[in-house]
């Protein structure tokens, strides 16, 4: 079982910068990819950033393109989400996910992760 964590959230004014952090349960990430997710009140689960293992290509969602940057050091088990220029309409909670290694998929899908972090909240005033 893997377990993800996740730390770095906060309270922010717009325009400043938070680095979120996920580290898996003491063993390297098994899986095709690493991806965050965000949660905002009163909204569905949405696709934030991913990176690959594999060839450590990213993505990301037209929403933070640009100001937000995923990085992952298999080796230290850790993958991070540094944003910067954060908005209002980034306040969510952010999850963690990774899948389970046994087969690629698109990493911009949430049915593609079997593994979750609890999430952390990351709150944008303006």
């Known amino acids: 079982q893997v377990q993800l964590v996740e730390s770095g959230g906060g309270l922010v004014q717009a325009g400043d910068s938070l680095r979120l952090s996920c580290a898996t349960s003491g063993r390297a990430f098994s899986s095709y990819y690493a991806g965050w997710f965000r949660q905002a009140p009163g909204k569905e689960r949405e696709f934030v950033a991913a990176?690959?293992?594999?060839?450590?290509?990213?993505y990301y969602a037209d929403s933070v393109k640009g100001r937000f940057t995923i990085a992952g050091d298999n080796a230290k088990s850790t993958v991070n989400l540094q944003m910067n220029s954060l908005k209002p309409e980034d306040t969510a909670v952010y999850y963690c996910?990774?899948?389970?290694?046994?087969?690629?998929?698109?990493?911009?899908?949430?049915?593609?992760?079997?593994?979750w972090g609890q999430g952390t909240q990351v709150t944008v005033s303006s």
């Open positions: 996910a990774a899948d389970s290694g046994i087969s690629p998929h698109n990493p911009r899908l949430q049915s593609g992760y079997k593994y």
């Open positions: 990176i690959s293992w594999t060839d450590a290509n990213t």
